[in-house]
């Protein structure tokens, strides 16, 4: 999985937006769930969105609902992460993740695959 996001070095000031997406290569992405998830210093990793396979049913956090959308585009094998309203409390290295099922989960550790991850950054 390879992750990158709309901003050079994903920096964004509070109430801005940024997008990220994450690409996979060797294996099509259209029959299993993916999700996102973040991890800021000191916490654990922790879930953040998901999209179905089966019929593209989104989900997420109470955190985050309403001001983040995901969304996926098989054609070119990729998963987005659409970030509005950003708040300092946002920050943190994001993942994008495949589960093993077409329905999503919200357990890290049930994910097979992992990007790299993404440091996003909003700060003033």
């Known amino acids: 999985l390879r992750s990158s996001s709309g901003v050079w070095g994903g920096l964004v000031q509070p109430g801005g937006s940024l997008r990220l997406s994450c690409a996979a290569s060797g294996f099509t992405l259209d029959y299993y769930a993916l999700g996102w998830f973040r991890q800021a210093p000191g916490k654990e990793r922790e879930w953040v969105s998901c999209?179905?396979?089966?019929?593209?049913?989104?989900y997420y956090a109470d955190s985050v609902k309403g001001r983040f959308t995901i969304s996926r585009d098989n054609s070119k094998n990729t998963v987005y992460l659409r970030m509005n309203s950003l708040k300092p409390e946002d920050t943190a290295v994001y993942y994008c993740a495949v589960g093993p099922l077409e329905l999503c989960s919200r357990y890290p550790k049930a994910m097979d695959y992992w990007g790299k991850g993404t440091q996003v950054t909003v700060s003033s």
């Open positions: 999209i179905s396979s089966s019929d593209g049913s989104t």
